[in-house]
């Protein structure tokens, strides 16, 4: 039983993984990463999430490892606290309390127990270095109240902030200023690039720093793409800098790799470019990376790169530049038009990913499954470019079958509208493109959705537009003699009065279609599409339509752009109840008779949960979001949940999840990110520091275990098979993360061995065959000895007929008897 007060809005995912440079565990094993209120730690190897620090009340904006202790981690929040962790166990240490809004942070080996941060305390636009000491104390929460301030007039973004030469300075851009700050001298040095005003330099912006770690070299990026390389800056009238020019657009990040001897950059062109010695004739490439370079860091060991990316991608190279792994988070679309949905199939959360693509997003696991190419043509990064959007998508109720719509308009007279219908493909695991219709309608498509009732055989799918037409659309045989198909055609139209189809969905059981025309509901016979009934209350267009479902499915529920929410009863064709509600999302649970709907107000959305029977809210929460939430959807559950209170039963059987205008994935929950991971996940860290390794598991314990079972069975005649689940070679190598195991070549003999038997000892099958092959052997002597015992036999009987008769067995039946006492029956006790 869940406690009523545990219930919360919690941010479940799809936070920006891309928001600060990631960090590299001091072994190059974990790579940390910021993501919203947490801090995510996952593994370079298999890509999987192994722990999230939560602690955080606010955004995390800076992480760094501890310097003295490479098992702990650094991080701080605009919650205006400076935590401290330790990662293997994923427990939190202690909690300095600076009272600033701290924006980035950073940390010094040679600054013992002191870390840096970016604060703005006066003026909003106006942001300071200051140092931090951190005070030694037993307690788990203390006050850091000693700052004192660095560099004053710098740029709130980390990128802008760099210390180099192991310490001995740091250097901080903004706008065209380059500030040097020596720790020894405590003095600064100010340089001073050409103002836009002059054609020739009008780019000439710093965007990126990067120290030389063992040099007094600094590395700045620019907005014409251009990379200079400072020297000889201590000295403020004898400074140089050479430029290094690659990139066509403004430099994103740059980082020296560990010893110095390469630069790294990246920006919008997606490419991944190594200074080898910073001269310009050594350049090495990683191209198509995908999307625009955010962040580049380095790992403390320097074997492996890693590279943020716009589409909420971190992408972990090795040094030969080559890509190992990808973690992918949930890819944050300028526009979400199609909402959001659910694949039958995989449970994944589904809508727009990357530029004419659906991205597929695990709600459990949060991170990327795969993106369906939907547009198929190669993406244009050109700001004034018109580009090809995919609009709408909708699944029938198996996930068979995939209708999209992409349209591209440059002119009003000019719309490009086509329709797509996709087949899932058992073989290839992934949709396949079956049918494909250019202009399905004159104009813009408002909504599309199959009918999901399970007594149609075959599928039907309908579109509503602009253009005053709704189409019903079924698969049909398009086979030929060359090959057997199948394909969408048009079966009907439908209209009403000119007007534009805004909206429409099928009931439950696939009867009635209700189309909405403007301010009017019509309902048409979906075997015969005729015109049923008509509802019209004049309060405004039809934004969101459903009908109800299990016992409410009578009734059919309307919300208009006038903020007036409809209920209508199906039986009576008449107005059972409305309420004045402004609805941004209204959804119903596929498992029950609720409905939920999110009303924008002032002060915030608010959430209403009712069944279409009763006019009296379920359940309400306000505030959900203080920003507007835009879509919505349920999410059924694989294990029902165990709420009691009234209040709260809606969510048993489904889970809500609901997106806001941010793209901030937010869902009613009890359980903390922590405990949603998986429990592979969780034991990946605390089985790597154990002394004993799975290689050892493996075989180790097996020998032994196996030479204790092979004494047992020699002193015993009879052997049972033994069980592959007992077998701990099996075992093991199930259990155990796939990063960690030795190489397949190796194991295969050691695992192929342990499930054959010993050649001392012998199975009951066997000896029933040895058994079997004796009585071949005394085939012979057995018919002379039955020979003589029938003699003997008849003889008794002649001499003892008063006497009780004592029945004798035969050499044969002996031997039988034997088998079976052989046998080992011993599985009869068990049931």
């Known amino acids: 039983m869940v406690a009523e007060e545990s219930v919360r809005v919690v941010r479940c995912g799809g936070s920006e993984l891309n928001f600060r440079r990631a960090v590299f565990s001091a072994d190059s094993k974990y790579i940390f990463c910021v993501s919203g209120d947490f801090v995510k730690v996952h593994s370079t190897a298999t890509e999987e999430c192994v722990h999230i620090l939560q602690g955080h009340r606010n955004l995390v904006t800076g992480i760094q490892l501890n310097p003295n202790n490479h098992l702990q ?19 939190l240490i202690k909690t300095f309390t600076v009272g600033h809004k701290l924006h980035a942070l950073f940390t010094l080996a040679c600054a013992e127990d002191s870390v840096f941060v970016i604060i703005n305390k006066e003026k909003p636009d106006v942001f300071q270095l200051f140092s931090v000491k951190l005070p030694k104390s037993s307690s788990r929460e203390t006050e850091a109240k000693e700052l004192y301030l660095v560099l004053d007039y710098i740029n709130q973004s980390p990128k802008c902030v760099a210390f180099g030469n192991e310490g001995e300075y740091v250097a901080a851009v903004r706008d065209f200023y380059l500030s040097v700050y020596f720790f020894k001298k405590k003095t600064t040095s100010r340089f001073t690039l050409s103002s836009s005003k002059n054609k020739k330099h009008a780019k000439n912006n710093f965007t990126c720093v990067a120290c030389h770690p063992k040099e007094d070299c600094i590395a700045t990026g620019h907005k014409d793409g251009k990379i200079r390389l400072w020297r000889n800056f201590d000295d403020g009238k004898k400074y140089t800098y050479t430029c290094l020019h690659w990139h066509h657009d403004m430099v994103m990040d740059l980082a020296f790799s560990v010893t110095g001897t390469s630069l790294l950059s990246g920006g919008r062109e997606s490419v991944l470019v190594e200074w080898r010695d910073a001269t310009e004739k050594k350049k090495e490439f990683l191209p198509r990376l995908g ?75 949060d991170k990327q499954l795969y993106n369906l190419d939907i547009i198929q043509q190669e993406y244009i990064n050109d700001d004034g470019l018109i580009q090809i959007e995919l609009t709408k998508a909708a699944f029938d109720c198996c996930g068979n079958w995939l209708a999209t719509v992409e349209q591209r308009q440059e002119k009003e007279t000019e719309l490009e509208l086509q329709m797509k219908l996709w087949m899932y493909n058992k073989k290839t695991q992934g949709f396949v493109l079956n049918t494909k219709i250019n202009m399905p309608h004159e104009d813009h498509i408002t909504a599309l959705c199959f009918c999901n009732a399970e007594k149609f055989e075959n599928p039907t799918l309908v579109t509503a537009s602009k253009d005053g037409h709704f189409k019903v659309w079924i698969l049909t045989d398009d086979s030929d003699i060359y090959k057997k198909a199948v394909g969408w055609t048009c079966d009907f139209v439908g209209s009403y009065h000119k007007y534009q189809a805004t909206n429409c969905c099928f009931s439950e059981d696939g009867s009635l279609l209700a189309v909405s025309f403007e301010e009017i509901v019509t309902i048409w016979d979906s075997e015969t599409w005729e015109l049923k009934c008509t509802f019209c209350q004049r309060a405004g267009n039809i934004r969101h339509l459903c009908f109800g479902r ?18 209508w009863n199906l039986l009576s064709c008449a107005l059972e109840w409305s309420a004045k509600l402004t609805i941004r999302v209204m959804e119903p649970d596929p498992r029950s ?12 959305s608010d959430l209403f949960v009712f069944k279409p029977s009763e006019p009296r809210p379920l359940y309400i929460q306000k505030n959900i979001s203080r920003e ?49 991971l998986t429990p592979t996940s969780k034991q990946l860290l605390a089985e790597e520091s154990l002394p004993t390794t799975p290689f050892y598991f493996i075989l180790g314990k097996h020998r032994q275990h196996q030479d204790k079972k092979i004494n047992e069975a020699l002193e015993s005649e009879l052997v049972q098979l033994p069980l592959t689940e007992n077998i701990p ?56 000895e039955e020979r003589d015992f029938t003699e003997k036999t008849q003889d008794t009987n002649d001499t003892d007929l008063g006497e009780d008769i004592i029945h004798q067995l035969s050499k044969s039946e002996e031997k039988e008897l034997r088998k079976f006492r052989k046998v080992d029956y011993s599985w009869i006790t068990v049931l």
């Open 729 to 784: 070679a099996i075992s093991e190598l199930l259990h155990t993360p796939a990063h960690v195991l030795p190489s397949a070549s190796f194991l295969c003999s050691k695992f192929v061995n342990s499930l054959l038997l010993s050649k001392e000892t012998k199975s009951g099958e066997e000896i029933l065959e040895d058994v079997d092959m004796e009585e071949e052997k005394e085939s012979g002597d057995d018919s002379d």
């Open 73 to 91: 981690l650094y991080s701080c929040s605009f919650d205006g606290t400076i935590k401290l962790w330790d990662y293997i166990d994923g427990i």
């Open 593 to 604: 008779e609720n409905i939920a709907a999110v009303s924008q107000s002032s002060a915030g």
């Open 291 to 365: 999307a625009t370079i955010e962040h580049i860091s380095v790992s403390p060991a320097g074997d492996l790169f890693c590279t943020s990316h716009s589409d909420n991608k971190i992408i972990i190279i090795h040094r030969n530049l080559e890509a190992s792994a990808v973690i992918q988070g949930l890819v944050k679309d300028s526009n979400i038009f199609t909402g959001l949905m659910i694949d039958p199939r995989t449970k994944a959360l589904v809508l727009n990913g990357k530029p004419g693509h659906l991205q597929f997003y695990s709600l459990q696991h």
């Open 628 to 676: 507007e939430v835009q879509w919505g959807v349920f999410v059924p559950r694989d294990v029902p949940e165990s709420f009691t209170s009234e209040a709260y039963q809606w969510l048993n059987r489904s889970q809500f999840y609901f997106l806001t205008k941010s793209q901030s994935l937010l869902t009613f929950s009890t359980k903390s990110p922590e405990e949603k």
């Open 550 to 567: 299990l016992t409410c499915s009578k009734y059919l529920l309307g919300a208009t752009e006038n903020g007036i929410l409809c209920c």
